[in-house]
């Protein structure tokens, strides 16, 4: 008999009678055995929670496994969350914490402990001290999000919860990152949160609450005569990285262009397909995003049913229409926490201040708080957005400073393997600005 044998029967078999046997029979063989002894103590603790006998069995075998002081941190996290369910918050952090204290590295028994302290105990300060020991961790940045939050510091919850969208509950950091945009009045910012956190809630943690909100919120901005994204273009923007890190094979169309195209497309094809052209061509032509179109993905039926010119058309204008919301919210749900320079900055792109916009970014740079790379960032967005609106010359100034930052950063770099990384930034640049690669 073995682990392997106990896992087969229960992770395989779903036979709990036989993992339990296996692995008692491993304990009474060798009863130090701790990795048998936290399996043991696991299951009895989870699935045997209903019979004190065998869960205090369990909470035994745990402590014993604890006790055996190897590096491994599922006794201590197990541990945490048994008597958490019990309503022994107390002695949980009581047994873990001398653990915890001799293993200075295992973030995530710390993250328990933080939990226990902070969010299940509320004592704050102890548990954000927990969590501290190592706050990168998504995990640990969720736990303390609950902990702001529940305090009413919102500003610092928002910044624990965007940090946490990779933790053990993703869905839940969206849905609290939800409701905090929801009490500043940034309903498509709430709306977004709350269709990306039903997507991801996979067990139906909070299904009923969020289609109630995502339902109430869309009428809501229905009846302002707000524009919002459809579901489907919402989660293609909560999912997309700020910066694509690719070189571009060539530059998308200007809006311009964009209207153009629509234009052309649209006596090739027939019915609700050729509404949808010229909506398009509406849009682009006033480079603005239209509230009658509100929730539709106008690309959609071009995409599935067009030629292959409509199908071109479809693609340029779903990533038009993501630059423009991104302006769109940027300028009607600015957010918070960003410092005074960068605020100034993103204000004046999202309302196509190019004079306040290269004054600001300047002053970004000028600031050295935010970093060289931030400054890169945000130069080749504002060079990006210039593009889309036909601004060549002035999106070429962009593209040039950007390019000088992101090269600034490259030459920092302290391996060879991180240089070349940081190359494609700098390259990426350089395809914009029609210029070779270095």
Same mark, same amino acid.
């Given at each position: ?15 709990? +009678? ?11 063989? =060798? ?15 989870? &699935? ?12 035994? =075998? ?8 190897? =590096? ?7 541990? @945490?969350?048994? %008597?958490? $369910? ?29 939990? #226990? %302290? ?12 927990? *969590? ?24 610092? @919850? ?10 053990? !509950? +993703? ?61 489907? =273009?919402?989660?293609?923007?909560? &999912? ?14 200007? #809006? ?5 195209? $629509?234009? @052309?497309?649209? +006596?090739? /094809? ?18 603005? *995003? %239209?509230?009658?179109?509100?929730? &539709? ?11 292959? +010119?409509?199908?071109? *058309? ?67 967005? *504002? ?16 593209? $040039? ?24 930034? /700098? ?7 029609? %210029?070779?690669? !270095?």
């Amino acid at each position: 008999m073995d682990l392997e044998e106990a896992d087969r029967a229960w992770f395989k078999e779903n036979d709990l +009678p036989r993992a339990l046997s296996v692995l008692d029979a491993l304990i009474a063989k =060798d009863p130090g055995n701790a990795n048998a002894l936290n399996f043991a103590g696991w299951l009895r603790t989870t &699935q045997r929670a209903d019979d004190e006998t065998e869960f205090a069995r369990g909470v035994n =075998d745990l402590k014993t496994a604890l006790s055996k002081s190897t =590096d491994d941190h599922r006794p201590a996290v197990n541990l @945490a969350e048994a %008597l958490a $369910a019990k309503g022994r918050a107390r002695e949980a952090a009581d047994a873990i914490r001398p653990w915890c204290e001799a293993h200075p590295h295992a973030r995530d028994a710390w993250n328990s402990l933080g939990w #226990l %302290l902070g969010v299940v105990l509320g004592d704050e300060h102890a548990g954000l001290a927990a *969590l501290q020991r190592h706050p990168w961790h998504p995990d640990a940045r969720f736990n303390a999000g609950r902990i702001h939050l529940a305090a009413k510091r919102i500003d610092e @919850a928002e910044d624990a919860f965007s940090a946490a969208l990779s933790s053990f !509950r +993703p869905h839940e950091a969206w849905l609290h990152l939800g409701e905090i945009h929801a009490t500043r009045g940034h309903l498509r910012r709430a709306l977004g949160a709350f269709r990306r956190a039903a997507e991801l809630d996979s067990r139906g943690e909070y299904t009923q609450a969020l289609q109630q909100a995502i339902t109430v919120i869309g009428n809501s901005l229905l009846q302002q005569q707000k524009y919002f994204l459809h579901a489907d =273009d919402d989660a293609l923007l909560s &999912q997309e990285a700020e910066r694509p890190r690719d070189v571009p094979s060539r530059l998308p169309p200007s #809006l311009d262009q964009l209207a153009m195209h $629509a234009r @052309a497309v649209r +006596p090739t /094809v027939l019915g609700e397909l050729a509404t949808d052209c010229a909506a398009i061509e509406r849009c682009a032509q006033g480079a603005s *995003l %239209l509230p009658e179109h509100s929730d &539709q993905a106008l690309w959609a039926r071009l995409a599935k049913h067009g030629p292959r +010119p409509a199908v071109e *058309l479809a693609r340029e204008w779903r990533s038009a229409q993501l630059a423009l919301y991104e302006e769109l919210l940027d300028r009607e749900e600015p957010g918070t926490r960003a410092g005074t320079e960068l605020r100034l900055l993103r204000s004046a792109i999202a309302h196509r201040d190019w004079d306040g916009a290269f004054s600001a970014l300047a002053a970004v740079d000028r600031a050295k708080e935010h970093g060289v790379e931030t400054v890169a960032g945000l130069a080749e967005l *504002l060079g990006d957005r210039l593009q889309r609106l036909g601004r060549v010359e002035l999106a070429l100034r962009a593209w $040039a400073l950007s390019e000088g930052a992101f090269s600034e950063f490259a030459s920092w770099a302290s391996a060879g393997g991180e240089g070349l990384a940081r190359m494609l930034d /700098v390259n990426r640049l350089r395809a914009k600005q029609g %210029l070779p690669s !270095r």
